[in-house]
């Protein structure tokens, strides 16, 4: 069974930063594909992230492109999303998320299980 569990994200100031985590207690971290998304009052949740199984390929949102950066730590089985040059518009509540498959996609319908969500703020 997988749980995942976050932790980080805050109050900070526009071009601040954030790193948030997300532990997996699970035994399948190592071949799990894992997503970053967010949702904002009144939205939709959307893509921010995703690292595939074994760290090797990476991929952003064009919003989030040269300002966040995803990795994973097989040791401690858990993945990070390291935010800087933070803007008002990042603020939403942030989800991390599994997928039974070695490979991550963009699609949040496509993934398995999921964190609590943690939210993030960035003041003007």
């Known amino acids: 069974q997988v749980q995942l569990v976050q932790s980080g994200g805050g109050l900070v100031q526009a071009g601040g930063s954030l790193r948030l985590s997300c532990a997996d207690s699970g035994r399948t971290f190592s071949s799990n594909a894992m997503g970053w998304f967010r949702q904002a009052p009144g939205k939709e949740r959307e893509f921010v992230a995703l690292?595939?199984?074994?760290?090797?390929?990476?991929a952003y949102a064009d919003s989030v492109k040269g300002r966040f950066t995803a990795s994973r730590d097989g040791a401690k089985n858990t993945v990070y999303l390291q935010m800087n040059s933070l803007k008002p518009e990042d603020t939403a509540v942030y989800y991390c998320a599994a997928r039974r498959s070695m490979f991550a996609v963009k699609s949040h319908a496509a993934y398995d299980y999921w964190g609590q969500g943690t939210q993030v703020t960035v003041s003007s």
């Open positions: 690292i595939n199984w074994n760290g090797a390929s990476v």
